[in-house]
């Protein structure tokens, strides 16, 4: 459940950057809210805590999900419903304007409580839970930190494991960069040919617009087609003009074209 690395990124401490990061990560049922709430912070490592306490969950109820939303709307709601709603100082960091529109709406009363859900829950796992699942990721329990919970204090002879050398930061310099689309075309074309150095990717992706030129029409047909500033490309460098044509190729298909 938690080993999907497909949307995963470097937290990097440092980064000046202000882009806010795509809050369409994680898998629904395990989302921590502040990826539904759009906070004006970017998020941490603190989600992957959110999801661990999720799946915590479900061992403690015979692998039944806590939150099986069907929407993002339910999904907050399902979360607020056990969390309780969360602090005003929270709430301002919100910048997802319906999630604050939700709380301001939501009745005054108790919520389902963590020993009601789970009452047969040894009260340490209960404990450990409602840090795992603390809606504020500010004040969310670190992995470090859950390890060394109570809960866990029978296995604390079995130790941690070898401790790992965390990785240079200089690994995930690409991060902090403002790149281009060419710019990532080229990464990409130099990443392929470090694992395939025999292949000359000019060479190949120019052979393939030949193709789609004969599939497609003459290949001076579709270079006719294009806009001036893609033709200026096309002179100055072979790789991104056969790029344009595989994206041209795409957006035809896209568009039913035959």
């Known amino acids: 459940k938690i080993c999907d690395f497909g949307l995963a990124r470097a937290s990097l401490e440092d980064n000046t950057d202000h882009v806010f990061f795509t809050d369409y990560v994680a898998t629904r049922w395990y ?15 603190a989600i992957d805590i959110w999801s661990v306490g999720c799946i915590f969950a479900e061992m403690l109820s015979a692998g039944k999900p806590l939150f099986p939303g069907k929407n993002v709307d339910e999904q907050f709601s399902l979360i607020v419903d056990v969390t309780g709603p969360p602090s ?39 404990d450990l839970l409602k ?20 809960y866990f204090k029978a296995y604390e002879n079995l130790g941690n494991g070898a401790r790992r050398d965390p990785l240079p930061m200089d ?11 060419d710019d990532m075309r080229n990464e990409f074309a130099r990443e392929i040919q470090r694992y395939h150095p025999d292949v000359d990717l000019n060479d190949d992706l120019y052979s393939q617009a030949d193709y789609a030129g004969r599939r497609f029409g003459s290949r001076d047909a579709i270079l006719s087609t294009l806009p001036a500033s893609e033709l200026k490309q096309v002179a100055q460098n072979r790789f991104d003009v056969n790029m344009t044509l595989g994206e041209r190729e795409l957006m035809n298909f896209s568009k039913g074209r035959p």
């Not at 100082?89 to 997802?96: E, H, I, K, L, P």
């Open 171 to 181: 690994e995930f310099a690409f991060e902090r960069r403002a790149m281009s689309e």
């Open 88 to 126: 005003s100082d929270s709430v301002a960091q919100f910048r997802n304007s319906s999630a604050r529109r939700y709380l301001e709406s939501l009745p005054p009363g108790p919520r389902k409580s963590l020993e009601q859900v789970f009452p047969n829950a040894p009260p340490l796992a209960l």
């Open 131 to 150: 840090r795992l699942l603390e809606f504020d990721p500010d004040r969310r329990i670190s992995a470090e930190e859950a390890l060394q919970h109570e």
């Open 31 to 45: 989302r921590a809210p502040e990826l539904i709430t759009s906070r004006f912070t970017n998020y941490s490592t």
